[in-house]
C-alpha cells in the first residue's frame, strides 16, 4: 500500500475535535455561508489596512505632529514592510498552538485596539494623554552658508505611534496569514475547483475593499478630519470582529497540529550542513538514537512524514522564491509610478471651493488637481471586472474543453504581464524625458511642491496600470493557491505566511535597488532637481526591472516544469501501486 500523501496527515485516533469541525459534513450552503463570512471579514479588513496606509504620510506631516517628509515616509514603509514580513508569526502560532480560528479572532481584537489608538491620537487630549505636549522648537541661527544642514528634530509622539502602527502590522499580518488558509478549510471538501473559485473571489473581495478606502476614506481624511477618516477602519474592523463571531457555528475549525518547523529546520541541517548536523547530534546521543514519535506518545506526524513534508517544502520554496522579482515589478505602481505620474501633465476635474479648499489637492489652476494615487484603482477596476468575468465565463470554458492551465502555468502568465507593464512604464519615461531634453515643461503645484512636468497628459499611464492588474490577477490568485493546495497541511498557515513575506521581500528589494542608483552616480542621482527627477534616467531602472523579471520568469518556468513532472510522476507511481494492491 501506498504511504499517505505528504501534504496530508494521518489523524491520531485519540485526537480531540473541536465541536465546529463536525460541521465539515453539513450541506453545501453552509459551506458557502462560511466561505462568504469569510471574503466579508478579508474586504473589511483590507478597508481598514488601506484606510490607515493610504494617507499616513500626510497624517504624520500634517500640524498636528509636523513630522518632516522624510520622516513620515520612513514610518509608512516600516509599516508596510512590517505588515508583510510579520505574516508568518501569525501562520505558525495558528499551526503550533492556538488554531487558525483562534489567531483571527485574537488578532482582530488586536487589530481593535490598535486602531482605537491611531484615531485617539487624531484628537488633542488623546494626543495629550498618549505623547505628552508638543514641544515648541526653538528658532536657531540662520545657515551661514549654502550647504549647511541642520539635524531634524526627534519627530513628536514617535514611540506611540510606531508602537501602535507595528501592533497594526502584526495584526493585520496575522489576519492575512491565517484567514486565507482558514477560508481555504471552508470550501477544502468541495473539491479543488470550490478551491479555485474561493481564492477568485477572495481576491475580488479585497479589492472592493481598497476601493473603498481610496474614493471614501482617502477623501474624506483629505477633505474633513481624521477624526472621521481614522473612524471608518475602526468601524470596519469591529464590523469585521462582529461576522467573525457571529458565524463561527458554521466555520470549520481545525485544532493545531504542533510544531514542525524544528523538524524542518533539523532535516534542513542535515541535508546542506552534514558535518555540522554530526557535531550537533554528537552533542546528545540520546536524541539522535530516538524518533520523535517513539519519546513521547503525543499526536502529530511521524518521522517518516516529516521527511515526506521537507521533500515537499523544498519543491515549493523555490517556486515561491522566483516569485519575488515579480513583486519587484508589482510595487511599482505605489512608489515609482506616482513618481512618474507627478511629473505628467495632471489635469484639473474639479472646481475649486474657495471656502473650503484642500492644500492636498488644490493647484496653481484654480481648481482641485486628479488625485495621481486614484490611478490605482484603474489596476482595482481590471481585478473586480475580470475575477467574476474569468470565474463565470472563462475558466468554465477551458475547463470544459480541458485547456484550463495550471496554477505555475497561470503565474508565468502574470510574469509576462508585469514585465509588459514595466516596458510600457519605460517607453512612456522615454518619451517623457524627450519633452524635458527639449525645455517643453508645464509647472503644476500640487499640496506645496511645485513639479516641472512633461506636456504628456497622466492618462498615458492606463495602460502600465491595467497591465500591472491582469498580470496580478494570472499571478497573485493562482499562487495563493499553490501555496495552500500544495503545503502539508501541518503547515499552511506558515506557508502563506512565508508567501506574504517574500511579498514583502520583493518590495523592499525594490525599495533598495532604488536607493543604490540614488547614490552618487546612479540613474537615479539627481539632487540639482530637488525632488524632480527630470535629470534622473527613470527609464533605465524600469528596463533593469524588466531584464530582472525576463530571466527570473525563464528560470521559473524551468523550475515549474520540473515541479510538474515530478508531480506527474509520483501520481503515476500512485496508480500503480494501488493497482498491485
Known amino acids: 500500500m501506498p504511504g499517505p500523501r505528504p501534504a496530508e496527515q494521518s489523524r491520531n485516533p485519540g485526537e480531540r475535535r473541536p465541536l465546529l469541525a463536525r460541521g465539515a459534513r453539513g450541506p453545501r450552503r453552509w459551506r458557502r455561508a462560511a466561505a462568504t463570512a469569510v471574503l466579508l471579514v478579508a474586504m473589511l479588513e483590507r478597508a481598514a489596512f488601506f484606510g490607515v496606509a493610504a494617507n499616513l504620510v500626510l497624517y504624520l506631516n500634517s500640524g498636528n505632529f509636523n513630522w518632516a517628509g522624510e520622516q513620515a515616509s520612513l514610518a509608512a514603509l516600516v509599516f508596510l514592510g512590517a505588515s508583510y514580513l510579520l505574516a508568518p508569526v501569525g501562520g505558525w502560532l495558528a ?5 487558525r480560528h483562534r489567531v483571527v479572532t485574537i488578532s482582530l481584537l488586536l487589530y481593535l485596539a490598535a486602531s482605537c489608538l491611531l484615531l485617539a491620537t487624531s484628537i488633542p487630549d488623546g494626543r495629550s494623554s498618549f505623547c505628552g505636549e508638543m514641544p515648541e522648537w526653538p528658532l536657531g541661527p540662520s545657515c551661514p552658508s549654502s550647504d549647511c544642514q541642520h539635524a531634524l528634530p526627534s519627530p513628536y509622539c514617535a514611540p506611540t505611534l510606531y508602537a501602535t502602527l507595528l501592533l497594526l502590522a502584526l495584526a493585520a499580518s496575522s489576519v492575512r496569514s491565517s484567514l486565507t488558509s482558514f477560508g481555504g478549510d471552508q470550501v477544502m471538501d468541495l473539491g479543488r475547483d470550490a478551491t479555485r473559485r474561493f481564492f477568485n473571489w477572495l481576491y475580488w473581495s479585497i479589492n472592493l475593499g481598497a ?14 478630519s481624521f477624526l472621521v477618516g481614522y473612524s471608518i477602519p475602526v468601524g470596519c474592523v469591529g464590523l469585521a470582529f462582529f461576522i467573525f463571531l457571529f458565524a463561527s457555528p458554521v466555520f470549520i475549525s481545525k485544532p493545531p497540529t504542533g510544531s514542525q518547523v524544528s523538524s524542518m529546520l533539523k532535516l534542513a541541517l542535515q541535508n546542506c550542513c552534514p558535518w555540522l548536523w554530526h557535531r550537533h547530534a554528537a552533542r546528545d546521543a540520546q536524541g539522535a538514537h530516538l524518533l520523535p514519535d517513539h519519546r513521547y506518545p503525543q499526536p502529530g506526524p511521524s518521522h517518516e512524514e516529516d521527511i515526506a513534508n521537507f521533500q515537499v517544502l523544498m519543491k515549493i520554496l523555490p517556486v515561491m522564491v522566483t516569485l519575488v522579482p515579480y513583486w519587484m515589478v508589482y510595487f511599482q505602481m505605489q512608489s515609482t509610478y506616482v513618481l512618474q505620474g507627478l511629473h505628467l501633465h495632471i489635469p484639473n476635474i474639479f472646481p475649486a471651493n474657495p471656502a473650503n479648499s484642500s492644500p492636498a489637492l488644490s493647484s496653481s489652476g484654480g481648481g482641485y488637481r486628479f488625485p495621481e494615487a486614484w490611478l490605482l484603482l484603474a489596476n482595482v477596476v481590471v481585478v473586480l471586472i475580470l475575477v467574476p468575468l474569468k470565474d463565470h465565463l472563462i475558466d468554465p470554458f477551458l475547463l470544459r474543453r480541458g485547456l484550463l492551465p495550471s496554477a505555475l502555468q ?23 524625458l524627450q519633452y524635458i531634453s527639449h525645455n517643453e515643461t508645464v509647472s503644476q503645484l500640487i499640496g506645496k511642491d511645485l513639479y516641472y512636468a512633461a506636456p504628456l497628459s497622466i492618462w498615458w499611464q492606463i495602460p502600465q496600470y491595467l497591465l500591472i492588474g491582469i498580470s496580478e490577477i494570472f499571478a497573485s490568485i493562482p499562487g495563493l493557491e499553490f501555496a495552500y493546495s500544495e ?18 521581500v520583493g518590495s523592499l528589494l525594490g525599495s533598495s535597488l532604488v536607493a543604490l542608483l540614488s ?16 535629470n534622473c534616467q527613470m527609464d533605465r531602472y524600469f528596463f533593469l526591472l524588466a531584464g530582472i523579471q525576463a530571466v527570473t520568469a525563464t528560470l521559473f518556468i524551468w523550475i515549474a516544469r520540473r515541479y510538474e513532472r ?4 509520483l501520481s503515476v507511481q500512485n496508480c500503480s501501486s494501488r493497482d498491485r494492491g
Open 95 to 99: 499551526d503550533v498552538y492556538l488554531g
Open 410 to 432: 497561470k503565474m508565468a502568465l502574470g510574469m509576462f504581464f508585469g514585465f509588459t507593464s514595466v516596458i510600457v512604464a519605460g517607453v512612456l519615461e522615454m518619451e517623457r
Open 519 to 534: 547614490l552618487p552616480g546612479g540613474w537615479m542621482y539627481c539632487p540639482e532637481d530637488f525632488g524632480n527627477i527630470n
Open 211 to 224: 476601493v473603498f478606502s481610496l474614493l471614501v476614506g482617502s477623501f474624506i481624511q483629505q477633505n474633513i
Open 487 to 504: 503545503a502539508p497541511r501541518s503547515m499552511q498557515g506558515a506557508i502563506m505566511g512565508i508567501f506574504f513575506c517574500l511579498s514583502g
Open 566 to 569: 515530478a508531480r506527474q510522476g
